[in-house]
T-cell receptor, first 114, second 115 residues
Framework: GENVEQHPSTLSVQEGDSAVIKCTYSDSASNYFPWYKQELGKRPQLIID?????GEKKDQRIAVTLNKTAKHFSLHITETQPEDSAVYFCAASTQGSSNYKLTFGKGTLLTVNP | GAVVSQHPSRVICKSGTSVKIECRSLDFQATTMFWYRQFPKKSLMLMATSNEGSKATYEQGVEKDKFLINHASLTLSTLTVTSAHPEDSSFYICSAPDPTNYGYTFGSGTRLTVV
């Protein structure tokens, strides 16, 4: 089955700096790669996603890049703010198949220091 | 996006009792529901996949007799933790494919504490 590795497990940045979180996946059939932000005791919130037919997607301060050949994708947050502090999860799935479950990375605790 | 309503949000039960968690799709038909468990400071681990009208598919290592999943209608999937023990205390969350954006929508989660 799919295996998603996520690094780093913790990341501390100063307000205004950029943050980068990286994930690798094992199943070359995976074609959907979402990123979630989760606050304590809450459901994961989708912040951005990318499908395998594109290499990069941007939404204001957040961007995701995908390298299908290397099987890795990254989350980039620019101009970080204290409210960006949370746990971030990457995930992968194979949409369009009979088994399109989401496999999550282990998460990154991002702390943005004022 | 589509909405999945999950109840209860919190439950405390005694060891040996059973607890039922419900997830309802409010504005769409969910033929599939994924059930996850999340321990503190850990990731979401898929427990099982339920499909309307058929038996659930359990992930390796998940006891199907302990975690009973029923998906009897297109809008309701339930997870019953039977004979709960303190080690079953966790955050349980359901998720369904979102037909509005081809992503996934999540329930709000259930914090189960077994005392």
């Amino acid at each position: 089955g799919e295996n998603v590795e996520q690094h780093p497990s913790t990341l501390s940045v100063q307000e205004g700096d950029s943050a980068v979180i990286k994930c690798t996946y094992s199943d070359s059939a995976s074609n959907y790669f979402p990123w979630y932000k989760q606050e304590l005791g809450k459901r994961p919130q989708l912040i951005i996603d990318i499908r395998s037919n594109v290499g990069e997607k941007k939404d204001q301060r957040i961007a995701v890049t995908l390298n299908k050949t290397a099987k890795h994708f990254s989350l980039h947050i620019t101009e970080t703010q204290p409210e960006d502090s949370a746990v971030y999860f990457c995930a992968a799935s194979t949409q369009g198949s009979s088994n399109y479950k989401l496999t999550f990375g282990k998460g990154t605790l991002l702390t943005v220091n004022p | 996006g589509a909405v999945v309503s999950q109840h209860p949000s919190r439950v405390i039960c005694k060891s040996g009792t059973s607890v039922k968690i419900e997830c309802r799709s409010l504005d769409f038909q969910a033929t599939t529901m994924f059930w996850y468990r999340q321990f503190p400071k850990k990731s979401l681990m898929l427990m099982a996949t339920s499909n309307e009208g058929s038996k659930a598919t359990y992930e390796q290592g998940v006891e199907k007799d302990k975690f009973l999943i029923n998906h009897a209608s297109l809008t309701l999937s339930t997870l019953t933790v039977t004979s709960a023990h303190p080690e079953d205390s966790s955050f349980y969350i359901c998720s369904a494919p979102d037909p509005t954006n081809y992503g996934y929508t999540f329930g709000s989660g259930t914090r189960l504490t077994v005392v």
